[in-house]
């Protein structure tokens, strides 16, 4: 019955299916395999809770994480069919975007964990070094992720100056999957271009039009670009000359700042109206000093989250067994909890 399907209908089947089930699917056979690799890949898992990925910057065995938010299960998945070496970007959808390390000028690839499915994006119309970059999924408004686009934004960063060496470059590029194509969208402020290619992490949180980076260097501030206008403007950040680490992430649709002092412990702010940010939780100095250990400093930290959750802040070794903690938007507080394998 199964091998007398309807290609599109056994497709819709396929969607329904969660990340794990859909890729032992595809080793069934070459039929099911080109069923599952057919749709567009950003379906996998869109109708089930977002896998936990963990993926490390500098990763020799090839090998990642996954979390599985049903049956609270780690997994490992060998990555030898991606090339190497690449640095993990960001998600999009259900995609995770890499950028290669192989080259000093910034190249980008997608793929998709589970079904092994990767293509490089165009090159830039700019070769840029070390650039920001920022990330918009879904503005078309599809109910259905699979059908859904995304852009990705890129800022500032190193060129090749005219008369020789290298300058900053202060315009602003776009990739939008529509079109398949690179876009320059205009210029910015020297100085934000400064900013975004020495002292931004490249974590960039996306809400209601503005694309949002905080930058590293003291004090913390963020850097909003408008994207329908494409204008550019500066935030400040709660004890911004203070803090030992800060970090931004999305929390209930709007920008979340995490931060830390040894002496205080670390606060989660969020993003209000006027650009304003408010206190909405400050990490318990207990499960502070059980994450900090014996160090005692919060400069080691790492913060990621989505909406389904304030952060998830981990070590930087924690990839060797160290410990994560969630903050839960059921009014539960916060918990620890051991990290992957």
């Avoid at 271009?193 to 913390?220: C, F, H, K, M, Q």
Wanted: aromatic fraction near 12%; charged fraction near 15%.
């Amino acid at each position: 019955m199964w091998s007398s399907l309807p290609f599109d209908l056994l497709a819709n089947i396929f969607s329904f299916l969660p990340p794990d089930s859909l890729a032992l699917a595809s080793s069934v056979c070459k039929h099911w395999q080109a069923c599952v690799t057919s749709y567009p890949p950003t379906a996998a898992g869109a109708r089930h809770p977002p896998w936990f990925v963990a993926l490390p910057v500098r990763n020799r065995s090839h090998t990642c994480y996954m979390h599985n938010p049903i049956n609270q299960t780690w997994h490992g998945l060998f990555l030898g069919f991606l090339p190497h070496p690449i640095r993990p970007v960001a998600s999009i959808g259900g995609l995770v975007l890499f950028r290669s390390t192989a080259s000093t000028t910034l190249r980008l690839a997608i793929c998709n964990l589970f079904t092994k499915q990767n293509w490089s994006l165009p090159l830039l119309n700019i070769a840029r070094t070390n650039p920001a970059l920022g990330f918009v999924f879904g503005l078309d408004g599809s109910p259905d992720v699979r059908f859904s686009s995304f852009r990705v934004y890129v800022a500032g960063g190193m060129s090749e100056a005219p008369s020789g060496g290298a300058a900053y470059e202060p315009t602003l590029e776009m990739y939008d999957s529509r079109h398949g194509g690179w876009k320059i969208m205009g210029r910015m402020p020297v100085e934000f271009a400064v900013r975004l290619t020495v002292w931004s992490p490249n974590e960039s949180v996306y809400s209601d039009g503005v694309l949002y980076w905080i930058t590293s260097a003291r004090a913390y501030t963020v850097l909003g670009l408008d994207i329908l206008s494409n204008r550019w403007r500066e935030l400040s950040v709660p004890m911004a000359a203070r803090l030992e680490f800060a970090a931004l992430v999305r929390r209930n649709g709007r920008p979340t700042l995490v931060g830390g002092t040894s002496n205080d412990g670390a606060c989660i702010w969020e993003l209000g109206d006027g650009d304003r940010w408010g206190l909405i939780e400050k990490i318990p100095i207990e499960l502070g000093m059980r994450v900090l250990g014996v160090r005692g400093s919060w400069e080691s930290m790492k913060c990621a989250g989505n909406d389904g959750a304030v952060t998830e802040t981990l070590r930087q070794e924690w990839w060797f067994g160290g410990s994560w903690w969630v903050g839960r938007e059921d009014g539960n507080g916060f918990g620890l909890k051991d990290a992957a394998p």
